[in-house]
């Protein structure tokens, strides 16, 4: 099957890494997820991931820390280590990927260099971006809309533990109904938590789709990138 997107922002929340142990990294789901990625480089896409880091520590919701700017530093070493376990798993397949962080840390992976980034997707390698944006008080998910922007992404996709978007939380409400396609001006208006407004404002203005879909099945991200009708997009209206 033809592939739909040729170049994608593939983000990975820090708690789909977890599997059911709800903390760290459940190892069985990053191969599956590896595997995944591995078939969609095969089929000629070119893949960046931005990965989360809720698994391990979130900024906002350590109540215990003092000052929120060192806890969002903890926050962002925590997506390294989630940046380098994907790396791994993609090693093992033969997957050539690079990691680059925002945050230098030269011993261990690349420091995030743009074009050198854009080069590494031409060649097919797989580049896993670490630490968000560097900066505190921003999200993985804004990260991964400045980097969508900044690789010209065809589109992101938002792999998460819900299905799509809906108009209610479907945890909490079953009549919830979810949508098949959205703008970003209504996602924005009627507040739905897909992502943080500044990610989808980033979106917007830049003109890129954003795809959200479950990752239940790790094989959705090989079915999003061929086109299939999963998940929620979201787009201008
Ligand atoms: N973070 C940050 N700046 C960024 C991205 C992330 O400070 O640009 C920190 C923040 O503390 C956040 C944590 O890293 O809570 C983990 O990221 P996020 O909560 O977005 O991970 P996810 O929920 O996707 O697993």
Redesign the pocket.
Known sequence: MPIQYRRILL???????AGSKKFGIDYDVVSAICRSIQKSVEMGAQIGIV????????????GQMQD??R?????????VM?ALAIADGLEALNVPVRVQT?ITMQQIAEPYIRNRAIRHLEKGRVVIFG?????????????SA?RAAEIEADIMMKATMVDGVYDRDPNRFADAVKYDEISFQEILEKQLGVMDSTAAALCKENHIPVLVFSLSDSDHIVEAIEGKNIGTIVKEA
């Open positions: 983000k990975l929340s820090g708690e789909a890494l990965v989360g880091g809720g698994n391990f520590f979130r900024g906002r919701s350590s929120r700017t806890a969002d530093h903890m926050g962002m070493l925590a997506t989630n925002a630490c968000g944006t560097g900066n505190p008080f921003f999200s993985t998910d804004t990260a400045l």
